[in-house]
Structure formats: C-alpha cells, structure tokens
C-alpha cells in the first residue's frame, strides 16, 4: 500500500449534503496537507495541518488528523456544484530538501461528485 | 493555477522522438518539482530542484531528464529511453507557509506518444 491512502475511491452526493473523505498514511509524518484537482487541470493547496494539530478548519472546510492512528479526514460542508473534484492527501514525512522545500508523497485521491 | 506557466497544454509526439515540456514561475520559489499522472491515479515524483543548478531524481526518473540553469524555469525533456511516456505531466513549485511546505501547480500538459 502507498503512503497517503484515500477512501472512498469515489463519492456522490447532492448539493447541500456534507461530504467526508479519509486519508490512511503508514509513517510519521511532519505534516499532512489536503488538495484539490479539477479535471485536467493542475492540483489546488487547501489546507496544511501540522502533526502536533488534530483539528483545522478552512470555510467549508474541515481536516483532522489523528497521529495515533495514521489517519486524516477532510469534510466539506455544505457542498456545491463546484466542489466537483478529485481530492488528494499528500503526507510530508520530513525527508527534507534543506530549506527550501519538501517532498509530499500523494494518494490516489478521491472523486467527488456533487450532484445539482 | 498560481504563478505557473506550462506549455503547451497538448503535445503529441512519435515514438523514437524527444520532448521537452516547459516550466516557468514568477513565484520566486527555489524548489520546484516535476511530477507524472496516469489516469485515476496519484502524483508521482520524476525530478526535483532546490536550487539552481541543482537536481536530484525522484521515484521514476528513469527516461527523463531535467535543467535548472534559471531560478524561474525546470523544464523536463522526455527521451525516447522512457517506455511508457503518455500521460499527463506537472510541474509545481513550494513555499514555506503555514508550518510547512505547500506546493503550487502549473496547469499540466497532456503528451501523447504514438
């Protein structure tokens, strides 16, 4: 299995409908953080959370992060149209490059269908 | 899309031939990353830069090269030595914020290898 494992694979829902995705990681981790892919398009940064933080919130959005048990979940209240995407976790595991940058690994994301 | 330019957004190549995809920010980030999606899957990591003149390879860099001669441009050169090439290619570059490092995409380009 891959670090940075999201469940559902896909998920429907209709407009207004809360949607929760969860995302399974194997190593300590320095940080975990959340994006969003349109189809065809380039990935979107939605939030970060640190490992020493269980709880952030974004707007509609919402991300835990339980170390304990290696797992993350992002909640998108209140959901529209427009929230139809593919969304990835991607786990930075502090392989640093020095000090400008670091490695995430990704996972395969979940699709999220917002039905009108 | 960010401070991210790629080009172009469709390239359709034989195969036997080299192609070279374009990257360029005007994000002033030092770190930059060349990543490789296949359908329905995740991102993963062909090359990596933290600074210029510096490259490091990442998960499959195999057939693939790179350049860093400018902070602003990594562009990534498919050779013909890369078995599968077709897929849909990402560049992104990363800064520090928020106690870590998020990273920004370009828009893509989608190579098509025939």
């Known amino acids: 299995s891959q670090q940075g494992e999201e469940d559902p694979q896909a998920l429907s829902i209709q407009e207004g409908e809360n949607a929760t995705m969860n995302c399974s990681y194997k190593?300590?981790?320095?940080?975990l953080q959340w994006y969003r892919q349109n189809s065809g398009r380039g990935l979107v940064h939605l939030i970060l959370?640190?490992?020493?933080?269980r709880e952030k919130h974004s707007g509609r959005l919402r991300v835990t992060l339980d170390t304990s048990k290696k797992s993350s979940s992002l909640l998108i209240t209140a959901s529209r149209a427009a929230d139809t995407a593919s969304y990835f976790c991607?786990?930075?595991?502090?392989?640093?490059?020095?000090?400008?940058?670091?490695?995430?690994?990704f996972g395969e994301g979940t699709q999220l269908t917002v039905n009108p | 899309d960010g401070g991210i330019t790629q080009s172009p957004k469709y390239l359709f190549r034989k195969e036997g031939q080299n192609v070279t995809l374009s990257c360029e920010q005007n994000?002033?980030?030092?770190?930059m990353y060349w990543y490789r999606q296949d359908p329905g899957q995740g991102l993963r990591l062909i090359y990596y830069?933290?600074?210029?003149?510096?490259?490091q390879k990442g998960d499959i860099a195999e057939g693939y090269s790179v350049s860093r001669e400018k902070k602003e441009s990594f562009p990534l050169t498919v050779t013909s030595a890369q078995k599968n090439p077709t897929a849909f290619y990402l560049c992104?570059?990363?800064?520090?914020?928020?106690?870590?490092?998020?990273?920004?995409f370009g828009p893509g380009t989608r190579l098509t290898v025939t």
């Open positions: 992104a570059s990363s800064v520090y914020a928020s106690g870590g490092y998020e990273q920004y």
């Open positions: 190593t300590s981790i320095n940080n």
């Open positions: 959370i640190r490992s020493n933080e």
């Open positions: 991607a786990t930075d595991a502090n392989v640093w490059f020095g000090t400008s940058g670091s490695r995430l690994t």
């Open positions: 994000l002033n980030h030092d770190a």
């Open positions: 830069s933290q600074i210029v003149n510096d490259f």
